[in-house]
């Protein structure tokens, strides 16, 4: 997925949050406080360390960035 851009990442990740929206039906403002709330206590019951995958996200974040650098 190396041709992937960070406009398009920025797509998907609007998806995703227009699909929580109309699923929980909560405010513009909120969303991704609430997705992200939700995420972590998806983390809890799945067993995943939530902590760990946000530090690998501002990781992969960074390089994306720098990549258009």
Known sequence: ???VT???RAVWAAT???TFREQTGCDFEDV???LLC???H???FARFDFEAALDRARDHFQQEVAECR
């Open 1 to 3: 997925m190396s041709d």
């Open 6 to 8: 960070n406009p398009q």
């Open 16 to 18: 995703a949050l227009i």
């Open 32 to 34: 991704l406080g609430d």
């Open 38 to 40: 939700d995420l972590m």
């Open 42 to 44: 998806w983390a809890v």
